[in-house]
T-cell receptor
Framework: GAVVSQHPSRVICKSGTSVKIECRSL??????MFWYRQFPKQSLMLMAT?????????EQGVEKDKFLINHASLTLSTLTVTSAHPEDSSFYIC?????????????FGSGTQLSVL | EDQVTQSPEALRLQEGESSSLNCSYT??????LFWYRQDPGKGPEFLFT???AGEEKEKERLKATLTKKESFLHITAPKPEDSATYLC?????????????FGKGTKLSVKP
């Protein structure tokens, strides 16, 4: 099956710093990528939808100036958590959809555990 | 409001002890119901997509079924390696592909 690579898998940072998370589709071109966050024992919550070459669409309640998303190519999307605070600590997951299989399934990255001290 | 509820929250089984996980949903118009497996600290791994009531899909020891109100994930003779959190998600007609509505999952533990 298709592979989505996400890294880093784990990052610890100080409050006030910025953290960048990368999401790559390794063997297919992803016209659309999605970013989720997941708190312990909670559902995955969609944060934003990222389309190659255009601005991301953010879900209600997600600060676009805090969570910067860039989808510069068909295989790479990045999420930058700016001026991170302890409440931003969470598990962040990306996923990618292909044009042919968009109705069938998404392919998820392995996730990034962010801990803000 | 579209909603997905999974039960039980946690399930402990002995190896070989078959059981079922439940996913109840309310959605304005169902485009698809998805089952994923998630291991600790990992992203979800796709298992099945079901599109209409009465549909069934199987993969090794897993079988997913769908009715108009719920889906079941049946696990036959589970093994310790089946231990994981199983997530159910629905996609409605108004939602984009990524805007799946996820349940909180069922954490399955299979003891040898």
């Amino acid at each position: 099956g298709a592979v989505v690579s996400q890294h880093p898998s784990r990052v610890i940072c100080k409050s006030g710093t910025s953290v960048k998370i990368e999401c790559r589709s390794l063997d297919f071109q992803a016209t659309t990528m999605f970013w989720y966050r997941q708190f312990p024992k909670q559902s995955l919550m969609l944060m934003a939808t990222s389309n190659e070459g255009s601005k991301a669409t953010y879900e209600q309640g997600v600060e676009k100036d805090k969570f910067l998303i860039n989808h510069a190519s068909l295989t790479l999307s990045t999420l930058t958590v700016t001026s991170a605070h302890p409440e931003d600590s969470s598990f962040y997951i990306c996923s990618a959809a292909t044009r042919d299989k968009i109705r069938e399934k998404l392919f998820f990255g392995s996730g990034t555990q962010l801990s803000v001290l | 409001e579209d909603q997905v509820t999974q039960s039980p929250e946690a399930l402990r089984l002995q190896e070989g002890e078959s059981s079922s996980l439940n996913c109840s949903y309310t959605v304005s118009g169902l485009r698809g119901l998805f089952w994923y497996r998630q291991d600790p600290g990992k992203g979800p791994e796709f298992l099945f997509t079901l599109y209409s009531a009465g549909e069934e899909k199987e993969k090794e020891r897993l079988k997913a079924t769908l009715t108009k109100k719920e889906s079941f994930l049946h696990i036959t003779a589970p093994k310790p390696e089946d231990s994981a959190t199983y997530l159910c998600a629905v996609l409605n007609y108004g939602g984009s592909q990524g805007n799946l509505i996820f349940g909180k999952g069922t954490k399955l533990s299979v003891k040898p």
